[in-house]
């Protein structure tokens, strides 16, 4: 049997745990995501931030909160950051020691809506709650580079890392204590997220502490994929991975809940990775990066993304991840 190549070390500096100073570039961005789910509770948390289209030094972010019973507490703010290596609003991500241990934390409100309402549209303007967020990671693996990818206009550089995570939620009063595992991504540079077709990202984390990333974003039109990467890892390294099969992208908003099946060649030997959706929380993306909470069938919308907990099976072990898909609307060209 032929091994698989490992890749042991990372190229980032403690800074790039932190945000980096504007750029001229018009459409020059940079964006955090946090995701976590505890299986115990069965309770989830989302985070995106990310630098306006129009005003580089001004963030803007989404937060979910995932509840059983197709519940979600869903909020999106804007912020100025007090510093130039924080993001603005009422998230805040901090790294005591880079790339081994961070802490995001929320404190703002939120809107308790359910699962239909959200797939069904926007989100509605309603009453807000509480809501205060406190969650540490600890890396369960160094944290790995995409590559390049500038080819389909999705910046420059873009991170991963997996973790495990501890903490609190504390939503209207009630508190929920999480443990459980998850991801946070960070990129930056030129960034455009309207030109992309149907894609899938799905991460997830297991109980012998193997992780994997997978991901295909397709070409609006067809032809070759904007981006074809996967890696499997744990605590000691990672492997890059093929793709052989799958059936995980979306061709429809009413596929949001079918099951799908992966399957990746690293060196000789084949990983077959199952997954069932758990709880599928509706975002869009409108203009070149903003995302709005629920549906939003209108002209501005480039995509529906569903940010989804998920249950995987990896050759038969059980883990938890996310399971990010989109559903591609037609393109407006004057975008900005």
């Not at 190549?5 to 018009?26: C, I, K, L, M, Y």
């Not at 508190?175 to 930056?188: A, L, N, P």
């Not at 709880?279 to 480039?302: C, H, I, N, Q």
């Not at 995509?303 to 989804?308: M, N, R």
Request: aromatic content about 10%; glycine content about 12%.
């Amino acid at each position: 049997m032929t091994p698989a190549a490992r890749v042991r070390t990372h190229e980032f500096a403690d800074s790039d745990d932190f945000a980096h100073p504007p750029q001229g570039d018009p459409s020059w961005s940079e964006s955090f995501l946090v995701q976590a789910y505890c299986p115990g509770s069965n309770i989830g948390f989302y985070a995106h931030t990310n630098r306006t289209s129009w005003d580089t030094a001004l963030w803007s972010e989404v937060v979910a909160v995932y509840l059983p019973g197709d519940r979600f507490a869903v909020g999106k703010g804007f912020g100025y950051a007090p510093s130039a290596r924080q993001v603005g609003g009422s998230l805040s991500f901090e790294a005591p020691t880079p790339f081994e241990e961070n802490i995001t934390r929320y404190r703002g409100a939120a809107q308790l809506i359910d699962g239909h309402t959200l797939r069904d549209g926007p989100a509605p303007s309603g009453m807000h709650v509480g809501l205060d967020v406190e969650l540490t990671h600890h890396a369960l693996g160094a944290p790995f580079g995409v590559g390049d990818v500038r080819p389909g206009n999705f910046g420059h550089t873009h991170y991963e890392q997996h973790f495990s995570c501890s903490g609190r939620i504390t939503l209207d009063g009630e508190r929920f204590d999480v443990e459980g595992t998850g991801m946070r991504d960070h990129t930056w540079g030129p960034r455009d997220l309207s030109v992309m077709g149907n894609h899938f990202w799905i991460h997830g984390e297991f109980p012998d502490g193997r992780w994997l990333s997978t991901m295909c974003i397709t070409r609006r039109g067809g032809g070759d994929a904007l981006l074809n990467f996967h890696v499997i890892g744990d605590g000691a390294g990672m492997t890059h991975a093929s793709l052989v099969s799958h059936d995980a992208l979306l061709d429809a908003e009413s596929e949001v809940f079918d099951p799908w099946r992966i399957e990746l060649r690293a060196g000789d030997q084949i990983h077959e990775i199952r997954g069932e959706i758990i709880a599928p929380m509706p975002f869009s993306f409108v203009g070149p990066v903003e995302m709005t909470l629920g549906t939003d069938r209108t002209p501005d919308a480039s995509h529906v993304v569903y940010e989804s907990q998920a249950r995987l099976s990896w050759n038969g072990q059980i883990g938890y991840g996310l399971c990010e898909r989109t559903v591609a609307r037609p393109r407006k060209e004057s975008i900005r």
